[in-house]
């Protein structure tokens, strides 16, 4: 019901910027969340940044002031500044959608688009 198409992933430099791209396409009610997930190889997958239908936003500690998250339409974009080695990792975009009113919130995800960052 639900296809997300990532972009923007790739290689940077410690200090330099990327910008992810998320469209999210398909039938659905209405969109909860769109978010920005990451997986370093052999760790869990962690929470980046979360924008609500609302415009309410979440970050990660680690990102806070480095990372912005905006939304138009069903599009999701997380601006990356000022990135660290420890950026790297697999980057999933995460939406969560009501196929009607008042029902039940369903996660979907990209298939994930690497970045690495170089020291």
């Known amino acids: 019901q639900v296809q997300l198409v990532e972009s923007g992933g790739g290689q940077v430099q410690a200090g330099g910027s990327l910008r992810l791209s998320c469209a999210a396409s398909g039938t659905f009610f209405a969109v909860n969340h769109m978010g920005w997930y990451r997986q370093a190889p052999g760790k869990e997958r962690e929470l980046v940044a979360v924008?609500?239908?609302?415009?309410t936003t979440n970050y990660a500690d680690s990102v806070k002031g480095r990372f912005t998250i905006s939304r138009d339409s069903a599009t999701v974009n997380l601006q990356m500044n000022s990135m660290k080695f420890e950026d790297t990792a697999v980057y999933y975009c995460n939406v969560g959608i009501r196929r009607r009113w008042g029902g039940t919130i369903f996660d979907y995800w990209g298939q994930g688009t690497q970045v690495t960052v170089s020291s």
């Open positions: 924008i609500t239908s609302a415009g």
